[in-house]
């Protein structure tokens, strides 16, 4: 049903080592995107590095789809790397983890705040890293990463709420399938709902992004965002920033609860 679990964890709050390194891994590629999109002012930088710029083809002049899909590949391996984590803890604590914590409920929320504690070191190890790299190369004065501050939190807070949203339902669907396969089904369908927004007209996908969850976790295409950025651009969208958060937050509890629900009425023999 899954990969085999390692049994190495950090005895805080029970997160696989081996997962956390792996998300460490991603962060530092996500710095590294720096590198292949190239060195522009910071807040083209942050547009780019962070917030998905390269999503919204109307922002670099055209659709390509291998750019596009390299920008958000840090995100497709982090969500590889726990699309098994409840389904695999469920193999090996199932055992002795659940009497002690009081039942499968219990024990099924546990991991799913779990993995919000790994989205979340996830997506500040990957603002660090994006800052520290853009400081690295193109030496921005203090100064000018204060002023960053604010669009960055805010990438971070709807990347976190995305990237949690599509976890959860990878997990979700893993409980039942192949773990391969679920996580292929939410990337796909994620990957596909982006590229086909890149590609149709931009008056269509203005309409179009309100309504898609995955358009609604990129912050590129907020407008307030890309003009904190300095790029006032009339490609993007003027949706709120929180109301995109709030959607995806619902849809992340939503997907808990199904989640919650279903590990109570699994089969453990």
């Known amino acids: 049903m899954s990969r ?17 390194l792996g998300l460490l891994v991603c962060a530092l590629l996500r710095g590294a995107l720096l590198l292949w999109i190239g060195i522009g002012d910071p807040g083209t930088c942050v547009l780019f590095a962070l917030a998905g710029g390269a999503l919204v083809p109307r922002l670099i002049g055209s659709f390509e789809p291998f750019v ?7 995100d497709l391996l982090a969500l590889f790397q726990l699309s098994d984590y409840v389904p695999s803890a469920l193999g090996r604590e199932s055992s002795f983890a659940l009497p002690r914590v009081g039942g499968r409920r219990l024990w099924a929320g546990e991991k799913c705040l779990q993995l919000a504690a790994c989205v979340a070191i996830y997506e500040t190890a990957s603002a660090s890293a994006v800052l520290a790299m853009m400081v690295f190369l193109s030496g921005a004065a203090p100064a000018v990463l204060a002023a960053l501050l604010l669009p960055v939190l805010q990438c971070v807070l709807l990347d976190f709420a995305l990237l949690l949203a599509l976890l959860l339902c990878a997990n979700l669907l893993a409980l039942g399938r192949e773990t391969i396969v679920a996580f292929a089904t939410v990337a ?27 358009a609604r976790g990129v912050p590129a295409w907020h407008l307030s965002l890309c003009e904190l950025c300095g790029n006032a651009s009339d490609v993007a969208v003027d949706m709120s920033l929180a109301v995109s958060a709030a ?12 989640l919650i629900r279903l590990v109570r009425g699994t089969d453990l023999i």
Do not use: E, I, T
């Open 188 to 214: 796909g369908v994620h990957v596909a709902a982006l590229l086909a927004l890149a590609a149709v007209p931009g008056d269509v996908a203005k309409s179009l992004a309100c309504w898609l969850p995955s």
């Open 68 to 74: 596009q899909v390299m920008s958000v590949a840090p």
């Open 4 to 20: 085999k679990g390692d049994k190495g964890g950090l005895s805080l709050v029970g997160l696989r080592r081996n997962a956390l």
């Open 247 to 258: 959607v995806l937050l619902a849809l992340s509890v939503a997907l808990a609860l199904a």
